[in-house]
């Protein structure tokens, strides 16, 4: 009886990190195939700010998003 428990536990317990790692896996091919946010989204929302952003502008914030998402 509780060696019948134990297991069901323990097989709780590796379910749900095996689960969260493959979660985890997925959401990141997710995102590096669909970025959250492009060079279009970012002219928009500078403009919508009142800016007008140059290339170099733009080139700084991909970059800072990318390593913000690694």
């Not at 297991?7 to 959250?36: C, E, S, T, W």
């Amino acid at each position: 009886m509780l060696h019948d428990i134990l297991l069901l536990v323990v097989g709780i317990i590796i379910g749900a990190v095996i689960g969260f790692f493959l979660a985890r896996h997925f959401m990141q091919k997710y995102i590096k195939d669909n970025p959250p946010i492009n060079e279009e989204m970012i002219k928009t929302l500078m403009g919508q700010m009142g800016r007008k952003p140059n290339q170099k502008q733009i080139n700084q914030m991909m970059k800072s998003m990318s390593k913000f998402n690694k």
